[in-house]
Nanobody, 125 residues
Framework: QVQLVESGGGLVQAGGSLRLSCAASGRAFSMYAMGWFRQAPGKEREFVAAISWSGRSTYYGDSAEGRFTISRDNAKITTYLQMNMLKPDDTAVYYC??????????????????WGQGTQVTVSS
């Protein structure tokens, strides 16, 4: 079992940056690929980015490509999402998620095994 706690959300102006963190606890963190999703009011949960257990492979959703960077520090059992050039459309609750490495490659929220409680990101225009 893996427990996930996000932090780093907040209010930022358009064009600004934020770095989200996801601290994990539990066993076998390195067995999991990690990801970030987001959900705006009235919308479905949207895939943002994912990173393999080793950190050597990543993939991104269309909305994040070129602006966001996912990384992880297995020694600190923490995953990060660096978000640059933020836009008002990026406003959402951001969720950290974990999936066993056998599930690597999926962007469907229903496929992911464990979730954090979410952190609010608000981008003002």
């Amino acid at each position: 079992q893996v427990q996930l706690v996000e932090s780093g959300g907040g209010l930022v102006q358009a064009g600004g940056s934020l770095r989200l963190s996801c601290a994990a606890s539990g066993r076998a963190f390195s067995m999991y690929a990690m990801g970030w999703f987001r959900q705006a009011p009235g919308k479905e949960r949207e895939f943002v980015a994912a990173i393999s257990w080793s950190g050597r492979s990543t993939y991104y959703g269309d909305s994040a490509e070129g602006r966001f960077t996912i990384s992880r520090d297995n020694a600190k059992i923490t995953t990060y999402l660096q978000m640059n050039m933020l836009k008002p459309d990026d406003t959402a609750v951001y969720y950290c998620a974990a999936i066993l490495t056998s599930g690597w490659g999926t962007s469907r929220a229903d496929d992911w095994d464990h979730w954090g409680q979410g952190t609010q990101v608000t981008v003002s225009s």
